[in-house]
């Protein structure tokens, strides 16, 4: 029986799941998406080629893996559209692989203008969203009027629904000459889009339950990370969808045991794109620094990522929330050059010392980090492939982290090829 593993980012996102989930793909028969849409970016670096994937599950970069794209998932079809001729110029055939949920809500024209519209409403409060169309999709489903993959087939409906959209948004659409408000056009592009996708159209709860009884391997693969997590991250300063472990039932329709292991990726150093609580980041040249030397620039959107050291208060409540078992790290070589190393072992609130994450925003907002430093190894992890071959010095600021959340670490990432990695476990 093959074992079916969570990947889920312990951070604000960015955390380098991308390259995780292409390395665990290569035990896993089946990659699901279960959450988000094409506001993330999962990057991997293959066979000498980049693939920067947004909607797709990352695992369609490996031949043969079936992929599957949730009820969970808000799915935008122009930048599906667009991915599935990305692929194709890069050579991968997802053809007969990819497989997307009837019960998958849209993201549509005119929520990219809604998104756009709100936060600027939002002025000096803004979230720094990647301006998406995700909010305003997840706000349609919930308010139970959003348009499914399933309404694609039926005109009729489809033209009701767009019909009572035009209504519903009448202040952001009306006497618009956005092209994005343009309805008509949007019910034309979704019926050829019907065409295209109506052959991967599928039961996923159902496919995916069928595919565990045969002992296949399924990887869920999760977006964005779990601080930005809708009920359990640092709201309103998150994203719509559940990215932590609960997303994975809910927006896949499998049960709990249809999940063996969770694990949680752990960037070596903590950065966040957007607004909102940030306890360890780094204004000063060391931010800079780390930004320059991890390339921290936003996949989706190309915006600078905010940058600080790690934080152990946040990483002990998404390993709690997720129920995480092992941490998988990425990016340790960027903190090679620095000749201390600072880990946020507490905050410090109004005289208190906190353990963990304050749930009140406005405290959350005040904490100051509390740091333990540790000397720098000053030597070059990259491409280190085994454990023991790290040096000593990093090994202890892996050990201390581990030790820490009590969970145990079953990689480490030491540069964005696959080969840089050892797997601790073998
Ligand atoms: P939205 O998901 O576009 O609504 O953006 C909400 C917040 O989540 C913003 O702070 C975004 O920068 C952040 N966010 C969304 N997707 C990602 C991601 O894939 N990586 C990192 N941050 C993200």
Request: proline share 4%.
């Amino acid at each position: 029986m093959g074992k079916n593993r969570v990947v889920i980012g312990c951070q604000w996102g960015d955390e380098g799941k991308g390259k995780i989930v292409d390395l665990l793909a290569a035990e896993a028969d089946i990659i699901a998406r279960f959450q988000g849409g094409a506001n993330a970016g999962h990057t991997v670096v293959a066979g000498g080629s980049k693939y920067i994937l947004h909607l797709i599950p990352s695992g369609i970069i490996q031949p043969g893996k079936l992929c599957y794209i949730g009820n969970g998932v808000v799915l935008d079809p122009a930048a599906f559209l667009e991915e599935l001729a990305f692929l194709q110029a890069k050579g991968v055939d997802h053809r007969g692989r990819l497989f997307v949920s009837p019960a998958a809500n849209l993201v549509l024209p005119y929520h990219k203008l809604v998104d756009v519209v709100e936060e600027r409403a939002r002025g000096t409060e803004s979230l720094g969203t990647t301006m998406r169309g995700i909010g305003p999709a997840y706000v349609d489903k919930v308010a139970r009027h959003g348009i499914r993959v399933a309404d694609l087939f039926v005109p009729d409906r489809l033209k009701a629904r767009l019909d009572y959209q035009r209504r519903l948004k009448a202040k952001y659409l009306e006497g618009s000459t956005d092209e994005r408000a343009d309805l008509d056009r949007i019910y034309r592009d979704l019926l050829e889009f019907a065409e295209i996708i109506r052959p991967m159209v599928v039961d996923v709860s159902y496919e995916l339950m069928r595919a565990h009884r045969d002992g296949k391997a399924i990887l869920y693969e999760g977006a964005q990370g779990s601080m930005l997590d809708i009920d359990l991250g640092t709201y309103p300063f998150a994203t719509s969808s559940n990215t932590t472990t609960g997303g994975v039932l809910t927006g896949l329709g499998v049960g709990p045991r249809m999940i063996d292991e969770v694990i949680g990726v752990v960037k070596a150093y903590t950065t966040r794109v957007g607004a909102g609580p940030f306890p360890t980041e780094l204004v000063d040249a060391a931010g800079e620094r780390i930004r320059t030397l991890g390339d921290e620039y936003g996949a989706t959107t190309g915006r600078p990522r905010r940058c600080g050291w790690l934080d152990l208060v946040a990483l002990r409540h998404t390993v709690r929330i997720n129920g995480v078992d092992a941490i998988a790290v990425t990016k340790l070589d960027v903190l090679d050059e620095f000749d201390e190393v600072k880990i946020c072992v507490a905050y410090e609130l109004g005289g208190a010392r906190l353990e963990q994450v304050p749930l009140d925003l406005a405290a959350l907002n005040q904490v100051k980090p509390v740091y333990r430093s540790l000397p720098g190894w000053k030597s070059d992890c990259t491409g280190i492939t085994r454990f023991d071959g790290l040096p000593g010095l990093a090994r202890e600021y892996l050990n201390f982290i581990a030790a820490d959340l009590g969970v145990s670490i079953c990689l480490v990432s030491t540069g964005a090829k696959r080969e840089e990695t050892i797997m601790v476990r073998n």
